[in-house]
């Protein structure tokens, strides 16, 4: 690199104070410099008299080793200049040479110990210059890898001439070589037909009202594409008149943001069409407690407008006597933060109490952090009372089977009764038949007495078989008692 005019001295000067032996071997030097100059001009012998050509000499050695050594060499040169023999005896005029030799040597070493601090400042206020020229570029750089990287592009715009400037970024977020005109007419040329009279507007309320209002908008490019540009800026007024002379501004790409804003919107639109078509109530609470969404049927239980359904108190629609417990288990399972289940008494909008069965699910945002539950709500009345036709029927079932029991019971005693009767009448057949036998035998036997009373033989024998029946008829009638 070239050295200036300025930047010269400034090599010869050290930053640092010199050591002694370069300092002294600069002054000597500088003296020795001077007096062969004089020597080769007046001539030898009077070479080391007093002269002007010592001020150079006293300048460098102030400049290199500072003012202690530009002293040094003029008091160097003084002495040499009183041992320089003369031809005449010390008259007043050489004194005054003398003297104003030492004055101006003097004022040489002042002036050059001024240059030298004014040169050294000079010198330290050109580095930091630099320094703070070198953290400008390296922010500039960092600037405008931050503005390629998040696709920002600088805008200015003068109001009263139309002029505009872009930045290159600006450029490339339009879609236009950087050799296009910076003008309102490209800007709108890029714009999308169905956002250029918005522009239009919005740029005309800015100028109006000195206020710029942040604005997105698309721009096609020339390959068909359409990108998402948000617009900020700032309006200048004038310091005198109050009138917009300027405005200044920044240009981002949020294609990328608008893309995925349309995802999720398209994403809520369908979770919000699915969620409407469900038969059973479904809700997204925040954190403290309060609904951030709620589905159609839920709305249409409640019978209110969906933006009183989201603040409304479910409290007001629950049974008095659930109240309790139901705030008891919610509370119970919201500081859980996990599944957890309600069950209870509501009142539907048509003044129909309904048994509701709820399941309320933590959610958790991308960071992990808890941010409230979902939650589902079934419409039970039906199976519960199903259930209770069902308790009812096995109520009924049960007293029907132990009526069927109780028959069946009386029958098995009827027909044991029976049998034992039917025993009974056997065994009375058996011992009438057996009775019948032995009071066959008594009669016939009085019979046959009765006949013959005379018949002793007979009557004995008749009398002995009588006994005989009789005493066989007691050993039966024993056999019946035990």
């Known amino acids: 690199m070239p050295i ?39 001539g030898w012998p009077g070479a080391t008299g007093f002269s002007s050509t010592f001020f150079p000499a006293f300048i460098f050695a102030t400049l290199y080793g500072g003012s202690r050594w530009g002293w040094a060499t003029l008091a160097f040169s003084m002495l040499l200049g009183v041992a320089t023999p003369r031809a005449g005896p010390l008259d007043g005029a050489a004194e005054a040479r003398i003297a104003m030799f030492a004055i101006s040597g003097a004022a040489t070493v002042l002036v050059a110990s001024v240059l030298r601090r004014t040169l050294l400042r000079l010198e330290e206020a050109r580095r930091i210059q630099q320094e703070i020229q070198d953290a400008l570029d390296r922010s500039e750089a960092r600037l405008t890898l931050a503005q390629d990287a998040g696709g920002v ?33 490209t800007l709108l040329e890029a714009v999308h037909p169905e956002d250029r009279q918005a522009v ?97 049927a839920y709305v249409n239980f409640l019978g209110v407008p969906y933006e009183e359904a989201i603040t409304f108190d479910w409290r007001k629609r629950l049974a008095e006597e659930d109240i309790p417990r139901i705030l008891r288990e919610q509370l119970t399972g919201e500081a859980s933060r996990e599944l957890f289940a309600l069950e209870a008494r509501y009142l539907r909008c048509d003044g129909e109490w309904r048994w509701m069965r709820s399941f309320s699910q933590p959610r958790y945002g991308p960071a992990g952090e808890f941010t409230g539950f979902i939650g589902i709500g079934f ?8 259930e209770a036709d069902l308790k009812q029927i096995n109520e009924l079932l049960t007293e029907r089977v132990q ?26 057949g058996g011992v009438a038949h057996d009775f019948n036998n032995l009071l066959t035998v008594v009669i016939g036997a009085l019979d046959l ?19 005989g029946a009789a005493r066989r008829g007691e050993r039966l009638t024993h056999q019946l008692l035990a």
């Not at 007495?449 to 006994?467: F, S």
């Open 4 to 42: 200036t005019p300025v930047e010269w001295p400034l090599r010869f000067i050290p930053r640092q104070p010199p050591q002694f032996l370069n300092a002294l071997a600069v002054s000597l030097a500088s003296a020795g410099a001077a007096i062969g100059v004089q020597g080769a001009f007046l």
């Open 153 to 185: 592009g600088l805008w200015d715009w003068d109001v009263v001439t139309g002029a505009s400037h872009w930045s290159p970024t600006l450029y490339r977020n339009l879609g236009l070589p950087l050799d296009a005109e910076a003008s309102m007419g």
């Open 200 to 296: 239009l507007a919005a740029n005309a309320d800015a100028v109006n009202t000195g206020h710029f209002q942040a604005m997105e908008y698309r721009v096609v490019w020339p390959d068909g594409s359409t990108h998402w540009l948000l617009s900020r800026g700032e309006m200048l007024r004038d310091p005198e008149t109050g009138a917009v002379t300027q405005a200044a501004g920044v240009n981002i790409d949020v294609t990328d943001r608008r893309v995925a804003f349309e995802q999720v919107r398209e994403s809520e639109s369908r979770f919000r069409a699915m969620a409407d078509s469900a038969p059973v109530l479904m809700w997204v609470s925040k954190i403290d407690g309060s609904r951030e969404f709620a589905n159609q």
């Open 379 to 386: 419409d039970v009345t039906d199976a519960k009372r199903a």
């Open 403 to 428: 009526a069927a029991l109780a028959e069946r019971d009386q029958a098995e005693a009827a027909l044991r009764h029976g049998q034992k009767l039917e025993a009974v009448g056997q065994l009375t």
């Open 449 to 467: 007495i009765q006949r013959h009373p005379n018949d002793a033989d007979r009557r004995d024998r008749m009398i002995e078989a009588a006994l």
